[in-house]
């Protein structure tokens, strides 16, 4: 029988490997990851891995977005607009939760990014 927990873990750290690879001022969508890691349905997943991953320092969260752009996660981030004041700070506007130019800023994963 095998271990869910450690399944999940295994996951997790593949999408962090992936999130720690998106460019500065550039942002993915958690169905972009999951689709990298040959599990596209699984964008859901994706966004489970994200809001455990807020102690991780090196795995920078507010770089995922959800498939329109918008900061679907924003809630998860402590302070009232800090996944939006990081994003800004790297040179992402962002209007009411929304990225603007969102297509200009998409990076999209790949296999060979894991």
Same mark, same amino acid.
């Given at each position: 029988m095998k271990n869910t927990d450690s399944n999940n873990d295994n996951f997790f750290?593949?999408?962090y490997t992936?999130?720690?690879q998106i460019p500065e001022g550039k942002v993915t969508s958690y169905g972009a990851i999951a689709k990298a890691l040959g599990t596209a349905r699984s964008a859901r997943?994706?966004?489970?891995?994200?809001?455990?991953s807020h102690? =991780? !320092?090196?795995v920078p969260a507010h770089? *995922?977005?959800?498939?329109k752009g918008l900061l679907s996660g924003k809630h998860h981030f402590e302070g009232t607009n800090l996944m939006q004041?990081? =994003? !800004?700070n790297e040179g992402?506007?962002? *209007?009411d939760n929304?990225?603007?130019?969102?297509?200009?800023?998409?990076?999209e994963p790949t296999m060979s990014d894991l």
């Open positions: 750290e593949r999408v992936i999130v720690r997943m994706v966004g489970w891995a994200m809001n455990a102690d =991780l !320092e090196d770089r *995922v977005v959800n498939r004041q990081l =994003l !800004e992402i506007k962002v *209007v929304q990225i603007i130019d969102f297509e200009k800023h998409f990076w």
